[in-house]
């Protein structure tokens, strides 16, 4: 079975349990995807599937990639990302993967990348408390000391400083699946998920089971 399928994120919504308790929940459109490329131990080193999501116009997606797409279909795609399986020869190229692989209280990965906030302080990006503002302070966003006096007179790496924000690719591990629309393709998983609303994300199933 395919460890996982591509998406993309709509936004947040609630659904009540069966005991009527609220259960904040993300919905992500999941698929359909499809495989366009069979990896295998004996040709590649390794066993899995590339999948293809988002439709694309065909004059939009240059002549090597237009050649590598008719294989699987008339379709372009946006995105592509690889999957490992356990036996690839249980698909085939063309073969479309749906929601259908999931189950509800079923828990996955869910991998997206974090809006962009571009470069900001600390105070947004580490959280740290503003200085006084009082008797002519001039340390009011500002970081405060950060050297390491004679030795070893550097700046140590991974201090917390001004820099980029966001825009990293995030893994949130462990989301219980609350439901499934198949007529629609969508999922609904507790919690939040990285990324704005459409944006791509991939919902993988768990390696090990976590308690």
């Known amino acids: 079975m395919s460890r996982g399928i591509l998406g993309k994120k709509l936004g947040m919504t609630g659904v009540f349990t069966s005991g009527g308790r609220y259960v904040p929940a993300t919905v ?3 698929g359909p995807c499809v495989v366009t490329q069979i990896k295998s131990q004996d040709t590649d080193g390794y066993d899995a599937l ?9 004059s939009r997606v240059n002549k090597p ?7 699987s279909g008339d379709q372009c795609f946006r995105f592509l990302k690889e999957f490992s399986v356990d036996n690839p020869a249980d698909y085939s190229v063309g073969q479309k993967l749906t929601v259908e692989m999931f189950k509800v209280g079923e828990r996955v990965d869910v991998v997206g990348t974090t809006k962009g906030r571009g470069f900001s ?9 503003r200085g006084p ?4 302070s001039r340390n009011v966003r500002r970081p405060g000391s950060v050297g390491c006096s004679a030795w ?7 201090k917390k400083m001004p820099g980029q924000y966001g825009n990293d690719r995030k893994t949130i591990r462990n989301l219980e699946i609350v439901d499934i629309r198949f007529d629609d393709n969508l999922i609904l998983v507790k919690g ?16 090990f089971k976590r308690d």
């Open 121 to 129: 302080g600390v105070i947004k990006r580490h959280g740290f408390h």
């Open 65 to 71: 990639l237009q050649g590598h797409f008719k294989k």
């Open 152 to 158: 070893p007179a550097k700046i140590i790496k991974g």
């Open 50 to 58: 590339q999948l293809g999501f988002g439709g694309k116009r065909t």
């Open 192 to 207: 939040a998920v990285p990324g704005a609303e459409s944006g791509l994300v991939s919902v993988n199933k768990l390696k």
């Open 133 to 136: 503002m009082t008797h002519g």
């Open 28 to 30: 992500i459109e999941a």
